[in-house]
């Protein structure tokens, strides 16, 4: 039996360790041509990665109504978008986003439930309110976006 120190596998490892032999001249001919090859290669990559002109598209012309703008869009608007308004929130806000879509801004006042407290609010509002196309994008979202703060 061959000790465990003489065997192959000891010699190898052992050899993993050892410094490379390479002349001094060789390795300064091997670093310059690694770093010519590696500017090379970041050249060509960076010509590729160039972007060409991209043509964005808006998903949602009327994204200034989500509740960022002065007007509010009944059928895609989040119900944090009704914060601004002194007496809307959580109240009529909340039935307001379960119910609809809406297809004019009166329509709001046949949401069932809707108490007169609630009616007087919309109505002091009323004039901001605006009736968008439902994007399914902003619909999913309306109830609870996942912002809590």
Known sequence: MVPPCLSFNCYSSAAAFAPNAQ???????????????FLGAAAAF?????????N????????QNLGGGAQVDL???NVRAYLRMKGMYPGAAGKIVT????????????IPGLTAAEK???????SRFVVGKPAPEYVID????????
């Open 99 to 110: 119910h609809g879509p809406y297809k004019t801004v009166g329509d709001v006042y046949n």
């Open 75 to 77: 059928n895609n608007a």
């Open 142 to 149: 309306r109830i609870n976006n996942g912002l809590y703060r």
């Open 46 to 54: 960076g010509a590729a990665a160039v972007p060409m002109a991209a």
């Open 120 to 126: 007087d609010v919309i109505k002091k509002y009323e």
């Open 56 to 63: 964005a598209m808006v998903d949602y012309d009327g994204i």
């Open 23 to 37: 002349p001094a001249a060789q390795t300064a001919l091997n670093a310059e041509s690694d770093r010519r090859a």
